[in-house]
């Protein structure tokens, strides 16, 4: 995912379908799931600074960003498989 959109960043960047990282996060910003994908593509695409400070800055200016932890997965994924068993169960 990250390499895909990299790649991507560099496309759109060079048409000038955005103008920047933070443009363009916000414009594919359902692929963006995980801290880790936003700090992959941050990383390789050469964008200086502090990965931390950026981010926190984003979310912070863009309220509407959803993103999932591991842990908030690992805590779905908990509570799918009790209620599957419930169902099972019943």
């Given at each position: ?20 990282f ?12 995980t801290?880790?994908?936003?700090k ?51």
């Amino acid at each position: 995912m990250i390499s895909r959109l990299t790649n991507l960043f560099e496309i759109e960047l060079k048409n000038g379908s955005v103008t920047d990282f933070t443009d363009f996060v916000r414009k594919y910003d359902k692929y963006f799931y995980t801290s880790g994908i936003v700090k992959g593509v941050y990383s390789a695409v050469g964008h200086e600074g502090n990965f931390t400070n950026w981010f926190k800055y984003f979310k912070k200016t863009n309220p509407n960003f959803n993103y999932y932890s591991l842990r908030d997965i690992k805590k779905y994924k908990a509570t799918i498989v009790k209620s599957i068993k419930n169902y099972i169960k019943s």
